[in-house]
T-cell receptor
Framework: DAKTTQPTSMDCAEGRAANLPCNHSTISGNEYVYWYRQIHSQGPQYIIHGLKNNETNEMASLIITEDRKSSTLILPHATLRDTAVYYCIVRVAANGNNRLAFGKGNQVVVIP | EPEVTQTPSHQVTQMGQEVILRCVPI?????FYWYRQILGQKVEFLVS????????KSEIFDDQFSVERPDGSNFTLKIRSTKLEDSAMYFCASSERASGTRHTQYFGPGTRLTVL
């Protein structure tokens, strides 16, 4: 699975959109981009995933560049409860390749 | 909304003792996983399980570990003889499939294992 690069940490203003970048320059054509977050040692929480197209759900939007070498997770209106470690993970979804490889993630702090 | 549940939330045991961590995956899911997170470190994959057998395991998942689906709802992780370094949060996850659509893994809240 391709590796990802994220900032170690970032601050976001409450009520504003939070844009979380992720680089995955070695991604291959059949690899998905997943985003999870972990709030203070709780279980990782699934946010969103995509393959090529931009995706949106009730939690966030995922913007994937045309060359697929980077992506941005957008939290449209950050709240204090969005303070968490955010993980960008790239993986081929295939039988026999089941593991999610978590990195160190991006510690996002939402500031009032 | 369906959730993965885990029991107990916290388990304290003596070194050398056996522990069993329990998970109830989401009901229509067919693939089950265990991960662990040592305090301050990354979440690490341990094992995946499908159709009553292990489909993938990491180098961490040695002979001291075993998994089982003893009935139609529970999925367990057994550590045969615990070591101090087994102290960690253990997360169970499940997914409907492993490939195609509906392969998203959903995690439980975790069991904190403390080995004394």
């Amino acid at each position: 699975d391709a590796k990802t690069t994220q900032p170690t940490s970032m601050d976001c203003a409450e009520g504003r959109a939070a844009n979380l970048p992720c680089n995955h320059s070695t991604i291959s054509g059949n690899e998905y981009v997943y985003w999870y977050r972990q709030i203070h040692s709780q279980g990782p929480q699934y946010i969103i995933h995509g393959l090529k197209n931009n995706e949106t759900n009730e939690m966030a939007s995922l913007i994937i560049t045309e060359d697929r070498k980077s992506s941005t997770l957008i939290l449209p209106h950050a709240t204090l409860r969005d303070t968490a470690v955010y993980y960008c993970i790239v993986r081929v979804a295939a039988n026999g390749n089941n593991r999610l490889a978590f990195g160190k993630g991006n510690q996002v702090v939402v500031i009032p | 909304e369906p959730e993965v549940t885990q029991t107990p939330s916290h388990q304290v045991t003596q070194m050398g003792q056996e522990v069993i961590l329990r998970c109830v995956p989401i009901s229509n899911h067919l693939y089950f996983y265990w991960y662990r997170q040592i305090l301050g470190q990354k979440v690490e994959f341990l094992v995946s399980f499908y159709n009553n057998e292990i489909s993938e395991k990491s180098e961490i998942f040695d002979d001291q570990f075993s998994v089982e689906r003893p009935d139609g709802s529970n999925f367990t992780l057994k550590i045969r003889s615990t070591k101090l370094e087994d102290s960690a949060m253990y997360f169970c996850a499940s997914s409907e499939r492993a490939s195609g659509t509906r392969h998203t893994q959903y995690f439980g809240p975790g069991t904190r294992l403390t080995v004394l």
